[in-house]
């Protein structure tokens, strides 16, 4: 059994855990807009609490999104900046399959085979972030992968994947910001409303096991709206290629 540490810092909540011989020990706290202070000290805490060292891991999973820009750039900087120093490999974990991942943990009995999840976040904006996946030989498989869309016109979608059915299970604080368009898509809702990292570090495992593993420079956040991923220094490039742009086209214009 590997021993796995997991970061999860795409919403307000922050948290790290680690999985060691079937023993979980994790910490968690709402961090609001302090997650770059906060979790580095819950990193050390959960591995007090093992007995362990960072170089005693295996590898080092993460909630690569989607999420919060800003959370999901500090996972991917923290995790990058902890796995070279202890030449660990990285395992990038979608925070909608995390949430699924919870809410089967969370079960009194085991997932039926086929069962579905609807697993959503609020993006903000009026807008969600949202996968629907389904439960097969002991994996989640994506049905549809995260997407971007307003409540009203994921029933739609939905439809089309599943023949009009509504799902087995809904999970995700998007339940409790959109309950009027998307409770009626669910047969259940779980009381999962953000990714932990006890459900990265259960999915990191996982694909260790398959050897998906990657190189620290390798890790990346997965941006699904890409019009806010961008950083200022990306925004003010763009803006100058777009006067810069403006100007060659005049420039061209005045020659001919």
């Not at 961090?31 to 362990?52: F, N, Y």
């Not at 295996?58 to 919060?68: K, N, Q, R, V």
């Not at 750039?73 to 979608?94: E, F």
Request: glycine share 8%.
């Amino acid at each position: 059994m590997s021993t796995l540490l997991a970061l999860e810092t795409s919403t307000t909540y922050c948290s790290a855990a680690l999985l060691r011989e079937q023993h979980v020990f994790a910490r968690t706290l709402d961090a609001g807009q302090t997650h770059s202070g906060q979790i580095l000290q819950l990193v050390k805490e959960v591995l007090a609490d093992a007995g362990i060292n960072l170089a005693d891991c295996d590898a080092i999973g993460f909630g690569a999104g989607p999420g919060s820009f800003t959370g999901l750039r500090i996972a991917c900087a923290v995790t990058q900046g902890l796995a070279y120093g202890a030449s660990l490999p990285v395992i990038p974990v979608n925070t909608l399959s995390a949430m699924a991942e919870q809410l089967r943990t969370q079960l009194p009995s085991e997932l039926a085979e086929g069962s579905t999840v609807l697993s959503a976040m609020d993006a903000r904006m009026g807008e969600i972030y949202w996968s629907l996946l389904v439960w097969r030989n002991g994996e989640w498989t994506e049905l549809s992968p995260a997407s971007l869309d307003f409540p009203q016109d994921v029933a739609l979608q939905l439809s089309q994947l599943i023949s009009g059915q509504t799902c087995d299970f809904g999970c995700g604080n998007a339940f409790s910001v959109y309950g009027e368009p998307l409770s009626p898509l669910v047969r259940s809702r779980a009381e999962v409303e953000v990714p932990d990292a006890r459900g990265i570090a259960s999915l990191a495992a996982r694909a260790l096991m398959r050897g998906e593993g990657k190189l620290a420079q390798e890790a990346a956040p997965l941006y699904v709206r890409d019009r806010v991923a961008l950083t200022t220094q990306e925004r003010e490039q763009a803006d100058l290629n777009k006067r810069m742009s403006g100007v060659l086209s005049s420039l061209q214009t005045a020659q001919v």
